[in-house]
């Protein structure tokens, strides 16, 4: 006999719901387990571009997903765009962009600064990175 | 003595197994909690341009819109999130955000961002009209799991 544990969301019967949704938790569909979750804090983005990491070590390239907050308070996903953020004196915005990338030792935080009124790199700033790896490789 | 609570892959012994990904569950390894998940529509005003100019390599004038819808989750706290935007009603295809796409002069860019009350979409492209609208399906999903950021 095969024995599961499973945990059903109010309203449902464990017994007879069969819908994995309808579960808060059932021994039979895998979690998807944070291994590891941390933070890179107050780290300065001073040259043009900017790459910061994270050693993780586990030999294999892993799922992971990470945030960014910049000085304007946004926190945004990493991904391809721009994102304006306030760093002049004068309030005026500047933008960077912020991405990931992993191989099986490292996460890489990527930083780079888009045109700033025609002038190269604005200056430095300060940014906070929540990152989060997960069970298992891509 | 910390106790644990695990539930191991089918065939493996959970008092000797140490690899996480031979866990169903592990109560050493956080997961993700569902808070609320939905979905808004933006409706994009083309006349809402906020900014024009005239190609004379394309012989026509292009407009800039910009859109910004949000939801509120009134965590208190910036909590992990995710969204994505329907790029296809049928059959019905989903994009992650945030997304960028462009070509030789057009662009659509769709962004995501938080604080600790609400979820933003800001919906960025250009046209070469000033009239009619256009919806944007986006859906969310937002996690109690705090950022601490």
Redesign the interface.
């Known amino acids: 006999m095969t024995y599961i544990v499973a945990v059903s969301k109010a309203g449902k019967n464990v017994l007879t719901i069969t819908d994995p949704n309808d579960f808060i938790f059932h021994s039979s569909y895998n979690t998807f387990k944070i291994i590891t979750e941390g933070k890179l804090l107050n780290q300065t983005i001073n040259t043009h571009p900017k790459e910061l990491s994270f050693t993780h070590s586990l030999g294999y390239v892993p799922n992971f997903y990470g945030f960014c907050k910049f000085p304007d308070g946004k926190i945004v996903l990493a991904g391809p765009l721009a994102h304006d953020y306030t760093i002049q004196p004068n309030s005026s915005n500047g933008y960077g962009s912020f991405s990931m990338e992993a191989d099986s030792s490292k996460l890489y935080f990527l930083f780079d600064d888009v045109s700033w009124l025609g002038s190269s790199f604005p200056g430095s700033y300060t940014v906070n990175i929540k990152y989060y790896i997960f069970e298992a490789t891509i | 003595m910390t106790y644990i609570m695990a539930?191991s892959?089918a065939t493996k012994n959970v008092l000797t197994v140490t690899n996480?990904?031979d866990?169903?569950?592990?109560s050493s390894?956080?997961?993700?909690k569902y808070d609320t998940q939905g979905s808004m529509v933006a409706t994009i005003d083309f006349s809402n341009y906020y900014y024009s100019e005239y190609s004379d390599f394309f012989g026509i004038t292009i407009y800039y819109n910009r859109k910004v819808v949000s939801v509120s989750h009134n965590l208190g706290y910036?909590p992990?999130?995710?969204?994505y935007v329907v790029r296809s009603a049928s059959p019905l295809t989903m994009v992650q955000?945030?997304?960028?796409f462009a070509d030789a002069w057009y662009f659509v860019?769709y962004?995501?961002?938080?604080?600790s009350s609400k979820i933003?979409f800001v919906v960025m492209f250009n046209s070469s009209t000033n009239s009619g609208s256009d919806n944007v399906t986006l859906y969310y999903r937002i996690f109690k799991n705090s950022?601490?950021?």
Do not use: M, Q, R
Request: hydrophobic share 45%; net charge negative; proline share 6%.
């Open positions: 539930i892959k996480p990904n866990f169903i569950f592990h390894y956080n997961t993700l910036v992990y999130f995710a969204g955000l945030p997304l960028e860019s962004n995501i961002y938080a604080d933003y950022l601490g950021l």
